[in-house]
């Protein structure tokens, strides 16, 4: 039996199922996402292989072959038609036109199932899915349960990469109005044990990690790749609990009343779906979702644990991040700009700014330096990697407000992401394209001969969708210096 069938026969049925991965009912062989490519803005649905079976990532590898894609849609598996579309503005404006938040690129989280490749949800500040016209999702007091997979390696301190319940008019109504799961290292409202990442429970104006709205020693930090986390709530008493989703059981952190504050009880929830964002769509935080399901009633522990053993049968693994060319770990690499025009060009650096710099054999040595990497392991995750300038020890091309900089690493979290590039198959087909690792929609470009990270047809002047899979492409060589 897979997770709603489960929770059906724990008379607690799912009136959501979100999945990019798996089907989450053993019968279902229906859509699990859409994904739109950039180059015609066509859509196709991924499903999975077999009924209850893996999602068919080849369909989109196919699809979006030699251009770059989004999920515009997760479908809701349970027949509600619950789906999680591009999160619209609210007490915060997300990034795109009108105040819409950004899509995920769809080759962010990859994974593997009992083997067979999938890919999760690879949630970037900025980013942000929501459905304000839920069927069947509790109201009020009502009791719901919920459980997310997430990937317990990226998070931030932002708020609030969440899954769950929340408001139908995008705005923070007061305490009370939603219970979401949250995963992150936020300290703003609650926190748990050590320095995080922790599961808390977002009811609004608050991150609750156990009865008091500060901290609760008795919620973990986790540090798990994969990480089952549940929430559930009814009247007068909630409860988080969690786990490793790849190995063992749940464990219970917090069981118990209501927090004292008024508001939060009884509970006044609204019945929304958000992902990836705070109910009044805050968007500064980031986070992997796998898979996850709303439920209605109260589900018992046995139900969940009975979910956690289908999550751990699901064998969910790390697969690589990378394609295309090789790079070689103390090796050293230059860039060649492929589009026509430029091709005399590297990506190089001035100071703290990088450019393409037109760069020949009869070069200054200085200058061949200035368009010379040093290949490390990604800083910011040990799949992808990291290139140090040549002529400036210990500084890195880092992304900054999405323009490129060589800059000193300071070993903060932040610097160490953001001079992490994951190397894909060249756009163009041949060469090389370098994926920003926490923007996995934003790829090294140049544009007016500057370096940026930039998304195909974004809202930026470099987003421009005109020659971005050649700005985004580039032959590699060994350093010319
Ligand atoms: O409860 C934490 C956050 O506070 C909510 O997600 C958001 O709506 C508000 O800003
Ligand atoms: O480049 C995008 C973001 O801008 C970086 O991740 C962050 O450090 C800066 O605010
Ligand atoms: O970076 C040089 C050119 O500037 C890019 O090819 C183009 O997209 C932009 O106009």
Known sequence: AAPCDIYASGNTPCIAAHSTTRALYSAYTGALYQVKRG???????????????????AAQDTFCSGTTCLITIVYDQSGRENHLTQAPPGGFNGPESNGYDNLAGAIGAPVTL???????????????????????????????????????????????FDY????????????????????????????????????????????FSGLGATQNTGDPSITYRFVTAV?????????????????????????????????????????????GIGGDNSNGAQGTFYEGVMTTGYPTDATENSVQADIVAAKYATTSLVSGPTYTVGGSVSFKATTAGYTDR?????????????????????????????????????????????DTAGSYIRHYNFGLQVAANDGSKAFKEDATFCPQSGLTGSGSSLRA?????????????????????????FDAAASFNNDATWATSTGLA
């Open 346 to 390: 590297y990506l190089a650096h001035t100071g703290a700014t990088v450019n393409t710099q037109v760069v020949s054999s009869s070069s200054s040595t200085a200058l061949k330096q200035a368009a010379s990497w040093t290949i490390h392991t990604g800083l910011g995750n040990s799949g992808c990697y990291s290139f140090e300038s040549k």
């Open 437 to 461: 690792w926490g923007y996995p929609t934003r790829w090294v470009r140049h544009y007016a001969n500057n370096g940026y990270i930039a998304s195909n047809g974004g809202v930026h002047d």
């Open 39 to 57: 180059s015609d803005n066509t859509t196709i649905n991924v499903a999975p292989k077999s009924a209850g079976g893996v999602a068919n990532a």
């Open 114 to 160: 009992n083997g067979q490749k999938a890919y999760g949800v690879f949630i970037s500040p900025g980013t942000g899915y929501r459905n304000n016209k839920v069927s069947g999702s509790a109201t009020g007091d009502a009791a719901e349960g919920m459980y997310a997979v997430l990937d317990g390696t990226h998070y931030n301190g932002a708020c609030c």
């Open 231 to 275: 929430i559930k709530g009814g009247p007068g008493n909630w409860a988080i609990r969690g786990g490793n989703g790849a190995s063992g059981a749940l464990s219970t952190y917090y069981s118990g009343a209501r927090p004292s504050g008024s508001g939060y009880n009884p509970m006044h929830k609204e019945g929304a779906i958000i992902l």
């Open 164 to 207: 769950g319940n929340a408001e139908t008019n995008n705005l923070d109504t007061g305490d009370g109005h939603m219970e979401a799961i949250y995963y992150g290292d936020n300290t703003v409202w609650g926190s748990g044990a050590g320095s995080g990442p922790w599961i808390m429970a977002d009811l609004e104006n608050g991150l």
